[in-house]
């Protein structure tokens, strides 16, 4: 699909190659915010900084520990959490009422699936189990991600952490979405634990107490048990 009026935030490259065994192929690309007359002179410099910038990074995680594979496999396990954040929009109202642009729905899914949960509104990034196979989000696992993820980037763990239990997502009596072809489906309660843990790992990691994300959960948490 594509957008009729040629604008906004989303394009893709269509790239044709023949390659030959043994052969490599190497498609650079640069994403800008204005024209550049001669945007890749720099391009190997800029990469090379770039990737200089994540060693350094990232050897800061490792700690001296771990060995040179098991660095790697933990770098790319971050990474990938990294790559799972995916924009996620659906809310069960408009759900039920359809897409202006295609027939009505059934009346059927009114009372269909979810239909407790009319309050739920998402429009926000978030860790998906995987983007690619499993586009949507489950709460249970995004609290586990949220550990690992705390140790890279912890405010953007602690945000994943509040987003779940914010008003257009906990349900009225407390409970977590779960995974939105079911949302009122029960989950092991472990939502308290990964706050604790990642406050745990923020405190390790910059030694400062954040104690005021645990006053923002402390309340919804008490809601969901």
Excluded at 52 to 71: M, P, R, V
Excluded at 83 to 107: C, N
Excluded at 145 to 167: N, S, V, Y
Excluded at 201 to 224: C, M, R, S, W, Y
Aim: charged share 25%; proline share 7%.
């Amino acid at each position: 699909a594509v957008n009729p009026a040629k604008s906004g935030s989303k394009v893709a490259s269509h790239t044709s190659f023949n390659i030959k065994p043994q052969q490599c192929v190497v498609v650079e690309t640069r994403f800008a915010n204005k024209a550049m007359e001669v945007p890749f002179d720099d391009f190997d410099d800029v990469f090379a900084q770039r990737l200089q910038e994540a060693n350094e990074f990232y050897s800061t995680i490792h700690g001296d520990k771990l060995t040179k594979d098991e660095c790697k496999v933990q770098r790319q396990a971050l990474a990938g959490l990294m790559w799972s954040k995916q924009f996620y929009h659906y809310g069960v109202e408009l759900w039920k009422k359809g897409d202006p642009a295609h027939p009505p729905p059934p009346k059927s899914r009114e009372n269909g699936r979810n239909k407790e949960w009319n309050h739920l509104y998402n429009l926000d990034v978030i860790s998906m189990p995987d983007k690619w196979e499993y586009p949507w989000y489950a709460a249970w696992d995004l609290a586990f991600h949220t550990i690992a993820i705390a140790m890279i980037d912890p405010e953007w763990a602690k945000r994943q952490l509040i987003l779940m239990m914010r008003e257009w997502y906990m349900h009225p009596n407390g409970q977590i979405p779960a995974y939105e072809w079911a949302f009122g489906d029960v989950n092991p309660p472990v939502h308290a634990w990964a706050c604790l843990r990642v406050y745990q790992i923020t405190k390790e990691k910059t030694g400062v107490a954040d104690t005021l994300f645990l006053e923002k959960v402390f309340h919804k948490l008490l809601l969901n048990f």
